[in-house]
């Protein structure tokens, strides 16, 4: 039977923050209703006189009361060790509130969702609590979508992982020397760099209509020689998938992908009409005020960063690859051996994850993401049968940090 338990925790105690400002460290913090400093009384009447009449500031005059909401799952039986687990993450994400607006984990292990909860504000301003379905910009997350997409097709032989990409994307101009499918999924394509705001400049029906502002332009390497990233390789890898499905991307995912993982929150960023559960994107301007970013869309993206989702949708994807239910167990090695160079090099990625292994030597695959207003963070460990997500609707520098912290709590034998 399951059960949820939902808790909300609100501090009153002021949010510490700490900003050197003319070569001194004064105390920033946030309590209800007021914006206080220790040692900088002058800056902040400088800030005082403008009266917060500028956007940037209205958070400041607000001020940001540090709560916690958190909702559970416990399925069946809880273990000491599972219930250490808990412990230990909890306090992690509530010690670390003043680095992020909100944050959303969930675990899952063996076949379910052992722990989901949000800490912090989906909404700042209207002090909307982050919740288990909240949903966050999960930037280059949407790239292991689109891998175990791409694996899938192969396997139901609709794709050829080492066929040039103009098979599926004739429209591609040839290039001086041919690019296949599985080297754009492991970034060894060779293909050029793209500023972001180049693909946010307008609103994509389909990644074809991402690929022509970028397929005139020459490759920056021979392809196989170097992992490089580059955000076109996966567009061009999403028009690929599209062409093999014969639907268009976000459909074909739906089939390939969501369905089967009972991923039922995530869809295509369209900055014109927000997903309906959106969490709020804030950036960190000077003294850490935090400010609304700029509505963006993210459709031109697509299967390089251009999905919203939410940590249990996530979490529920992580653990039905493993369990060889999106694509079968021995397809497991395409997407999660390391690719090697024409020379023979690791690159230390697979297609859609980056490979490596934990403190206690288990093999782990991860993969992350940053953009104005969200971070992300997906970890699987497949010893312990493990999915971690960790998403938050600000870019925190130590984002990834902790979500593999929380994965090696939980990776522990029970």
């Not at 929150?265 to 400010?291: E, H, K, N």
């Amino acid at each position: 039977m399951v059960r949820r338990r939902c808790r909300r925790r609100v501090r009153t105690a002021p949010r510490l923050l700490s900003r050197n400002v003319g070569g001194r460290s004064p105390k920033i913090f946030f309590s209800s209703g007021s914006l206080r400093t220790v040692g900088d009384l002058e800056t902040l009447s400088r800030l005082s006189a403008k009266k917060c009449t500028a956007a940037v500031l209205a958070f400041a005059c607000a001020g940001v009361a540090s709560g916690d909401v958190e909702s559970a799952f416990d399925e069946g039986p809880s273990t000491p060790a599972r219930r250490h687990a808990i412990e230990r993450s909890r306090k992690l994400l509530a010690d670390v509130l003043e680095l992020y607006p909100g944050t959303t984990v969930a675990v899952a292990r063996d076949d379910r969702i052992i722990w989901s909860a949000g800490f912090g504000y989906a909404n700042v301003r209207r002090q909307i609590p982050v919740s288990s379905t909240t949903q966050f910009r999960i930037d280059r997350v949407s790239e292991a979508l689109t891998a175990a997409a791409l694996v899938r097709l192969s396997e139901e032989g609709r794709v050829d992982l080492d066929a040039p990409v103009q098979k599926y994307v004739p429209g591609f101009p040839e290039k001086n020397y041919p690019i296949t499918l599985r080297q754009l999924a492991a970034h060894l394509g060779g293909m050029a760099a793209l500023p972001a705001e180049r693909l946010r400049a307008m609103h994509c029906a389909q990644p074809a209509d991402a690929v022509r502002t970028f397929a005139s332009l020459p490759l920056s390497r021979l392809p196989g020689t170097r992992y490089l990233y580059s955000a076109p390789g996966y567009v061009l890898l999403s028009a690929a998938v599209a062409g093999a499905c014969g639907s268009d991307f976000v459909s074909c995912l739906q089939e390939a992908v969501f369905r089967p993982a009972g991923m039922t929150s995530t869809f295509l960023d369209d900055g014109r009409t927000p997903a309906p559960r959106m969490a709020v994107p804030y950036v960190r301007g000077f003294l850490s005020i935090l400010s609304e970013t700029p509505r963006i869309d993210d459709t031109c993206r697509f299967g390089a960063g251009g999905f919203v989702s939410t940590a249990e949708d996530l979490a529920r994807f992580g653990l039905a690859l493993l369990r060889g239910e999106l694509v079968k167990r021995e397809s497991l090695p395409v997407l999660f051996s390391p690719q090697k160079t024409a020379a023979g090099e690791s690159t230390g990625h697979g297609l859609g994850w980056q490979i490596g292994v934990d403190a206690a030597g288990r093999r782990r695959f991860v993969q992350s993401g940053r953009t104005p207003g969200g971070r992300s963070v997906v970890v699987l460990v497949p010893e312990a049968r493990l999915a971690v997500a960790l998403l938050a609707n600000v870019d925190g520098e130590h984002l990834d940090d902790h979500a593999l912290s929380i994965a090696s709590l939980f990776a522990e034998p029970e």
